[in-house]
């Protein structure tokens, strides 16, 4: 009994061991403060101003676009934030599988942005996406919130030991045939539609 004590104490020294290894090396990759700000060369303002509001001025979400294969439409992501990332994981969710589904794609809807005159409703969205488009929304989320490097704590399969790599996100999408370029006649002709209608809308406008 007392060697099996020690072999458990022996084993979880190692893990600790391994998991300040890899946090270390998670720390090194993602530099979470990048930019530091030097507060010394800032004065204090004479008047007050909530956080919240001068929050909302400030548009620091990262956007992206990609496509809806299946459904021959492109689309536009903001970037998703650690703890949304984690509420799209169902296996979070207490609730049973159709509410749990519901909120995941509600929250999806919540970071898109529709390049029309009017936001559709999230039930309509939701029926006009098709099931070969699951895929691609969800790459449209990595693309919008961690861009073109996804960086991944991975365990060797012969060692075992944890170690970080670099994958880039565009070897996430694999082509075959005449795909791509069908992808591309989708991305770029609807967006051309859309940037030619707005500029209509803005020179009509100009002129009244």
């Not at 090194?28 to 956080?51: F, M, Q, R």
């Not at 589904?101 to 919540?110: A, C, G, H, T, V």
């Not at 006009?128 to 861009?147: E, H, M, R």
């Not at 006649?185 to 539609?193: G, M, P, S, V, Y």
Request: glycine share 2%.
């Amino acid at each position: 009994i007392k060697k099996e004590e020690d072999d458990e104490e022996s084993n979880t020294d190692d893990d600790i061991k391994e998991f300040k290894e890899l946090q270390t090396t998670i720390k090194n990759k993602l530099k979470p403060v990048d930019n530091i700000i030097d507060l010394e060369s800032y004065e204090v303002a004479g008047y007050t101003a909530s956080t919240s509001t001068v929050l909302s001025k400030v548009d620091s979400r990262h956007k992206v676009d990609w496509l809806l294969y299946a459904g021959k439409c492109p689309i536009s992501f903001i970037d998703f934030k650690a703890d949304e990332i984690e509420r799209l994981d169902p296996r979070t969710s207490s609730e049973n599988s159709l509410n749990t589904l519901n909120r995941i794609y509600k929250l999806i809807y919540d970071h898109l942005i529709f390049r029309t005159d009017k936001r559709p409703e999230f039930d309509q969205w939701l029926k006009s996406v098709k099931y070969y488009d699951v895929d691609n929304l969800y790459y449209g989320i990595i693309l919008a919130s961690f861009g073109k490097i996804l960086t991944l704590p991975l365990n060797c399969p012969h060692c075992k030991k944890p170690f970080v790599k670099d994958v880039p996100t565009d070897d996430l999408v694999k082509y075959f045939n005449k795909v791509e370029m069908h992808c591309w006649n989708i991305f770029f002709k609807k967006w051309l539609k859309q940037l030619i209608k707005e500029d209509k809308n803005n020179l009509q406008k100009s002129i009244k």
